[in-house]
C-alpha cells in the first residue's frame, strides 16, 4: 500500500511540474475595467495609444471595429463584456496587439501595461478556486500581493474572438 502511494505522489508531482513548464515567466500585465489580467509577453506585439476605430457591419459583438496599425488592418477588441465587466466608465486609452502565429488583434486597455517577471509557483491553476465560471480563455490566476489577476491565454481568446 506505501509503495502505491508512493506511486501516485511521484505521478501527481510529474504532472504538477509539467503543468509548470507550461507557464510564462514574463508577463504583460493588462488594466481592463480596473481589473488585472496577464499575457506571455511572447504573443505581444507592442502597445500604443487608441487609434481611430472604424466599426464594421456584423462583426461579433466582443469586437468595436478594426483599425489601421502602420498599413495593417487588425480587429480591436473590448474584453469587458466577455470578462462580464463594467461597460461603462472612461473609455480605453491604449491598445495592445497580441499575436499568435498569423493571428493579431488590439486589445483595449484602461492604462499602460506593466511587464513583470513572474515564477511558476505564483499560478493558481485551478481557475473554479478564483471564481465560478471564467471565460474559456482564462486558463488561470496570478496570485501577486494579495490579488489574483486572470491569465489570458492568448491562442484561445483569438480563437473565441473568431468564434
Not at 74 to 93: E, F, H, T, W
Request: proline share 7%; with cysteine; aromatic share 4%.
Amino acid at each position: 500500500m506505501a509503495q502505491l502511494e508512493h506511486l501516485i505522489e511521484v505521478k501527481a508531482t510529474q504532472a504538477s511540474t509539467e503543468m509548470v513548464k507550461e507557464w510564462p515567466t514574463r508577463v504583460c500585465v493588462l488594466s481592463v475595467s480596473g481589473e488585472s489580467f496577464v499575457a506571455d509577453l511572447k504573443h505581444v506585439r507592442e502597445v500604443s495609444e487608441i487609434m481611430p476605430v472604424t466599426p464594421v457591419p456584423g462583426m461579433p459583438p466582443i469586437l468595436n471595429g478594426v483599425a489601421n496599425l502602420r498599413g495593417t488592418i487588425v480587429p480591436v477588441a473590448d474584453l469587458r463584456s466577455a470578462l462580464r465587466l463594467s461597460v461603462s466608465g472612461p473609455p480605453a486609452k491604449y491598445v495592445v496587439v497580441i499575436q499568435h502565429g498569423d493571428k493579431t488583434m488590439a486589445v483595449l486597455v484602461d492604462k499602460l501595461p506593466e511587464i513583470c517577471d513572474v515564477l511558476a509557483e505564483e499560478f493558481v491553476s485551478d481557475v473554479s478556486q478564483a471564481i465560478g465560471k471564467a471565460p474559456s480563455f482564462v486558463r488561470g490566476f496570478w496570485k501577486q500581493a494579495g490579488s489574483l489577476s486572470g491569465l489570458l491565454d492568448v491562442p484561445a481568446l483569438l480563437s473565441y474572438v473568431e468564434g
